[in-house]
């Protein structure tokens, strides 16, 4: 928890307006938002402190009509274990500044190599917007995602990280009749995609 991971003050964040829920009608804007006003700071600091709002890189895998879900079961952010991410991803880090590249684009291609052994080949990368969520739940109040969906030729793929679990492509109708299952942002994103 020393390591530093990308953040934004929510003052700059929120200087539109306050979101709840996955911001699309500005999510370029909000994006070039976080690119140009993030920071980088101790992760250990920022679990505790809402001010900070932690850059989450999520990569959500679709085949066809369906989506690629996953169980933790067994990882540091213990007050996610048990629930199912439809998204794979995670912190952006420091290892992820590479001269000449975009620190969201290596992170996102990081965090889905880190996860999953993908062999089917990505046809398409699709923005969807940003995810915060402010309710009861702590974990929530400290993050901010930015979720794509790449598409897929076939379904190739598995976790291959300690702690998570495949569970295998799966239907939309499949992921809305069981949204107790999900993580909270999983749940705000499946009536977007």
């Not at 402010?134 to 794509?148: A, K, L, Q, T």
Request: with cysteine; hydrophobic share 35%.
């Amino acid at each position: 928890m020393n390591e530093k991971i990308l953040c934004i003050n929510q003052d700059i964040l929120f200087k539109y307006e306050k979101w709840n829920g996955l911001m699309t009608s500005d999510k370029e804007k909000y994006l070039e938002l976080l690119r140009e006003n993030s920071e980088f700071r101790v992760r250990d600091e920022l679990e505790k402190d809402p001010q900070y709002k932690q850059v989450i890189a999520q990569v959500i895998l679709k085949y066809k009509d369906k989506y690629f879900l996953h169980r933790q079961v067994k990882k540091n952010e213990e007050r996610l274990n048990s629930l199912c991410p439809l998204p794979l991803g995670g912190h952006i880090e420091e290892i992820d500044i590479k001269d000449g590249q975009d620190i969201f684009e290596v992170a996102l291609e990081r965090e889905l190599h880190e996860e999953v052994e993908l062999k089917s080949k990505v046809l398409k990368k699709t923005y969807l917007g940003l995810v915060y969520i402010e309710d009861e739940n702590p974990v929530n109040h400290v993050h901010v995602g930015f979720v794509y969906v790449f598409d897929l030729d076939g379904t190739d793929v598995h976790v291959n990280e300690e702690g998570l679990e495949d569970i295998g492509f799966v239907s939309l109708d499949y992921l809305k009749t069981n949204t107790e299952k999900l993580t909270y942002w999983s749940r705000i994103i499946i009536y977007h995609l």
